[in-house]
């Protein structure tokens, strides 16, 4: 693949993933949230690929848009979607949040603007075999941990459906 092409794929990953984050910004729909998030899940295995880090595209695919998000959507369907909240164009939150989304990419864009010209120093080639075994020996308990904590979510999130005592029906 030419230069030209690994950039302009790289771009239109790049900005695919953008585009995702930002319906995620204003969809007010649980549905249609995940569903956007499943396409910047996407997009980021996409410029994975394009960087030729093909494992982390790969684990990028199965774990996080073949498991987390089916889990996800599994959560997000024992939800009420008979709630109003959820068809209001809006959420109170939306100020709060690109205000906060303002400033991250302010200082996202200090960081890069400070950051040393020049490619990063190369550290060999990217195997699979020693990565799987370094992660499985040495980074199981993260892991698990990571597992844990989506199931406190989980369990949270049913928490407050069940506590809010909303009959729809």
């Known amino acids: 693949m030419s230069a030209a092409t690994e950039t302009i794929l790289l771009w239109f990953f790049a ?4 585009l995702g984050a930002v319906v995620m910004l204003f969809a007010r729909h649980p549905m249609r949230v995940a569903l ?3 396409g910047v899940m996407l997009a980021l295995a996409g410029v994975f690929a394009v960087q030729g880090a ?11 848009v073949g498991a987390v998000m089916v889990f ?3 959560v997000i369907m024992l939800l009420d979607l008979r709630d109003p909240s959820f068809t209001r164009r809006a959420s109170r939150l ?6 906060v989304a303002t400033l991250f ?3 996202l864009l200090a960081l890069v603007s400070t950051a040393p010209a020049g490619a990063p120093a190369d550290t060999g080639t990217f195997a699979l075999e020693p990565f799987s075994a ?9 892991f698990e941990l990571s597992s844990v904590l ?9 928490a407050v459906v069940k506590g809010s005592g909303r009959d729809h029906g």
């Open 15 to 18: 900005g695919a993933a953008a």
């Open 105 to 107: 990419l302010a200082a």
């Open 72 to 74: 996800m959507v599994f």
């Open 36 to 38: 956007s998030l499943v």
């Open 94 to 99: 939306l100020v709060p949040g690109v205000a």
């Open 54 to 64: 093909h494992a982390i595209a790969v684990f990028q695919v199965l774990i996080y």
């Open 134 to 142: 370094a992660f499985l020996e040495e980074h199981w308990l993260e």
């Open 150 to 158: 989506l199931l406190v979510a989980v369990l949270a999130v049913l």
